[in-house]
């Protein structure tokens, strides 16, 4: 778990920032600040402060200052709500706690209300009319800076789905895990962890609980091993429909298929759209409108808003929409959303507030809150890879068959020798570098890897006997 920072570490940003009407950018309020935090801490910092509506941001990319927000009150405790809904105040942010913004505060205390005191609705058209992707947006500018600057990998210039793919097995168990927590999932993170790399289920689980996490495993697969697949398309959701609902359907045909009858949402007066053919027809308008959207965050969060909201499926549409608001992640090799320690309440509430309300600050709030957990998560999971060699990779079976040809043949670690046993799929150009890495692996070639060769540990000895392994032309 991240460390819990005091209320005052808040409070003192905001007064530096309070004391220059002005407005600071991020290197003087590090340097005013005694750089006591590193810059992308401060930046997180800053990015929550904003969230909060404690600070302004104003300016572009590079010249982005804060600024006192007008009329902010001088606290940074958290709003927590009491049992019967109204808002509480308590002096600290812990790890299971959410930080609003005050129009987080009105939607959750609105959603909150007895049903009965809850007007039912259906579809507004309008809530998608107003939107103009690239003009209008939910997230403001100086708030996706900040993402960008939280999300930012080193694999950023490499091709699309790179870095998922270097964190995948670890993306696999916490995506799964916390997505279908969202969902009441009893499994642990252990258990998960079990379920998805060694196969193992866990005792005392039902099937269905079991079936949710395996489909949360094979969907994100699909997205992250084939980039060709992370793109926003109507064909690429109703997969992920198909892969996320797999054997949970009652009806087996609603898998991988938009839904054909009117659905009802539990413990919401919201009613979605029934008549078949208009759900079709906003389904294709909502895809478009996400795959016009060029900013990554903006793109996923609308996809978090608008595909819950129409119910394009009979059932899973949060799963589709918290993996579908992946793509542009992968696609642009920032840090995915886990939605990692994401209360289940906090989650259902800013859901409401879009179904009943058409309000998306609350979802904001836990949109924001989740990122910056997620990339605490995988950032410093990056750090600690090795990086794979893709040469070696490219030539992995060749490295086998010449390593294993001179053993068997009994030949010496030359140069020359590796030279005339070279298969012929290696390239003219990468010939001296495959001589080297082949001299390297005799270097360090003894009876516990040889086995990755092919190599008896007889036949490893009989060689050894009579070659000098570093031996060079």
Request: aromatic content about 6%.
């Amino acid at each position: 778990m991240p460390k819990i920072l005091p209320a005052d570490t808040f409070d003192s940003l905001v007064a530096l920032i309070a004391s220059h009407p002005d407005g600071l950018g991020i290197d003087a309020i590090a340097r005013l600040n005694g750089d006591i935090m590193s810059r992308r801490s401060l930046q997180r910092r800053l990015a929550l402060l904003v969230s909060q509506g404690r600070i302004q941001a104003t300016g572009g990319a590079r010249s982005v200052r804060y600024l006192r927000q007008p009329n902010s009150a001088q606290t940074s405790r958290a709003v927590h709500f009491n049992a019967d809904g109204a808002p509480a105040l308590t002096s600290a942010v812990d790890e299971t706690t959410l930080p609003l913004s005050p129009e987080g505060v009105e939607v959750k205390a609105l959603v909150r209300r007895p049903r009965a005191q809850r007007k039912p609705v259906g579809y507004q058209v309008a809530f998608l009319q107003q939107y103009q992707p690239n003009h209008t947006a939910y997230l403001p500018p100086a708030l996706r800076e900040q993402l960008h600057a939280m999300g930012r990998s080193p694999a950023e210039q490499t091709p699309a789905g790179t870095f998922a793919r270097d964190i995948l097995n670890r993306l696999l168990i916490d995506l799964s895990w916390a997505s279908s927590q969202l969902e009441g999932n009893t499994y642990s993170r252990l258990d998960t962890e079990r379920l998805i790399e060694l196969g193992q289920a866990a005792p005392g689980k039902g099937a269905l609980e079991t079936q949710m996490i395996l489909n949360h495993k094979q969907a994100i697969e699909y997205l992250v091993l084939d980039p060709a697949n992370a793109k926003l398309s109507p064909g690429t959701l109703i997969a992920l429909h198909a892969f996320l609902a797999d054997g949970l359907m009652a009806d087996p045909s609603a898998v991988g298929r938009l839904r054909r009858r009117a659905v009802e949402i539990g413990g919401s007066v919201y009613l979605p759209v029934a008549l078949p053919q208009r759900l079709e027809e906003l389904f294709g308008i909502v895809v478009q409108m996400a795959a016009d959207i060029q900013d990554p965050f903006e793109q996923a969060f609308f996809l978090m808003v608008h595909l819950p909201y129409l119910q394009p499926f009979e059932d899973v549409n949060k799963r589709v929409s918290r993996l579908a608001a992946n793509i542009p992640f992968i696609r642009q090799n920032l840090c995915p959303l886990s939605f990692i320690d994401v209360p289940q309440q906090a989650y259902v509430d800013a859901m409401m507030g879009v179904y009943e309300l058409n309000r998306t600050e609350l979802l904001r709030d836990v949109f924001v809150w989740a990122y910056e957990r997620s990339c605490q998560q995988y950032v410093a999971v990056q750090q600690n890879l090795v990086l794979p060699d893709l040469f070696r990779l490219r030539y992995r079976q060749a490295l086998s068959q010449v390593v294993a040809t001179l053993v068997k043949a009994n030949l010496a670690a030359s140069a020359v020798n590796v030279e005339n046993a070279l298969p012929p799929g290696v390239a003219d150009a990468d010939k001296h570098h495959f001589i080297q890495l082949v001299l390297q692996e005799f270097a360090a070639l003894h009876p516990g890897n040889a086995v990755r060769f092919g190599i008896r540990p007889l036949e490893l000895a009989a060689w050894k006997a009579n070659h000098c392994v570093d031996a060079k032309d």
